[in-house]
């Protein structure tokens, strides 16, 4: 994934995604005016696409996504959690 934002709280988002969860790479923006370079864009798919940090980073996002099934599933966290949530408003 690369993480580019635009206004407000995609800022906090693209911070989550490249320091804390090991999911995204940043690009690097244009001071004068904000915007990503044709080059950059290109530079970083191809890290994406071709480097070991990219090829790190597709197998963690793979990881966390079969987590994220798995949490929806029958027995999965989520599910669990809105069962509690129900019965405790019922």
Do not use: C, T
């Not at 407000?8 to 370079?37: T, W, Y």
């Amino acid at each position: 994934m690369v993480a580019w934002p635009l206004y407000a709280e995609p800022h906090l988002n693209r911070s989550v995604l490249v320091n804390d969860m090991k999911m995204a790479i940043d690009v690097e923006q244009r001071e004068v005016d904000g915007f990503v370079s044709g080059d950059e864009v290109e530079r970083r798919v191809g890290e994406l696409m071709e480097s070991e940090k990219g090829r790190e980073l597709r197998e963690r996002s793979l990881k966390i996504g079969e987590m994220a099934l798995g949490a929806q599933g029958e027995l999965g966290s989520s599910r669990k959690a809105l069962v509690n949530f129900v019965n405790a408003i019922e």
